[in-house]
């Protein structure tokens, strides 16, 4: 078998069972150490609800991330072109950042729009940032979505959970989750880097997000942010900066409530 990632062989490494019922085997290449399971069969049942419903941390999640991305966009990118959340879920971040006062837009194949209706993407628009947080490891095919999105934009952000490059045993790591069944690949430090390499792009690995753009981002930024973290001020640096920016940046709260009751008529 080849890797989905670089082509190279990869060789099995271990068996679980899967949404307690199915004998699963996980693969690993050595050369890029993506790991995967065999071809997932099982994914239909995985998804009979998309949000998995242990997701407690949901609105967490996107209250927290939607502080970060704005920060990152607003100095490192346009702030005012058009961005796009790729599986988004709900739609709640994207109904976060348009309250914020960025031009964002939806697109997921397997949930329903309930937060963020109206804003749906087009494949015709390029973005200036593509986002997907929490998505890396559901996908069986990742180069055929990485693709996709490099198609719509020159940047993608993404959060992801890095495998060690030492490989986990399958009962001493916690992001596997054989029991949901929806996590098939996983990526290290490696991994990424390979796939920047293969697309000609840059990584940064920004906290819990890492970047993959054809932007060049200004190494002293990246120093400054491992700095913050270091001595675990980022949290009150981030506060003070997303105030700042929420007092510059126009929310579209009221614009999108009129241009949807427009539609409505």
């Not at 890797?3 to 199915?22: A, M, P």
């Not at 997932?40 to 419903?53: F, G, T």
């Not at 001493?172 to 697309?199: C, E, M, N, P």
Request: proline residues 2%.
């Amino acid at each position: 078998m080849k890797c989905k990632i670089c082509e190279n062989e990869i060789r099995e490494v271990f068996t679980e069972q899967i949404l307690n019922k199915y004998s699963v085997k996980y693969f690993l290449c050595d050369n890029c150490e993506f790991l995967s399971t065999e071809e997932p069969y099982w994914l239909e049942e995985a998804y009979n609800s998309p949000i998995n419903k242990a997701d407690t941390g949901i609105l967490w999640r996107n209250t927290t991330l939607s502080k970060q991305v704005s920060l990152i966009l607003y100095y490192f990118f346009d702030k005012n072109a058009k961005f796009l959340d790729f599986a988004g879920g709900y739609g709640i971040f994207v109904r976060l950042m348009r309250d914020i006062g960025f031009d964002y837009y939806w697109s997921d194949i397997y949930c329903q729009n309930l937060l963020a209706r109206g804003f749906e993407y087009s494949e015709k628009e390029k973005y200036e940032v593509i986002t997907s947080f929490e998505t890396f490891e559901h996908f069986a095919n990742p180069i055929q979505e990485i693709e996709k999105m490099l198609s719509l934009s020159d940047t993608i952000i993404l959060s992801q959970e890095l495998k060690p490059s030492l490989l986990p045993a399958p009962k001493d790591w916690w992001y596997y989750i054989f029991d949901g069944g929806q996590h098939v690949s996983f990526y290290s430090l490696r991994t990424f880097h390979f796939i920047a390499d293969k697309y000609n792009l840059n990584y940064y690995n920004i906290g819990w997000l890492h970047l993959l753009t054809r932007k060049k981002i200004d190494k002293k930024y990246l120093r400054l942010i491992k700095y913050l973290n270091k001595f675990n001020i980022m949290d009150n640096f981030q506060k003070y900066k997303f105030d700042e920016i929420q007092k510059i940046m126009q929310s579209k709260m009221q614009s999108d409530m009129d241009f949807i009751r427009v539609g409505l008529k």
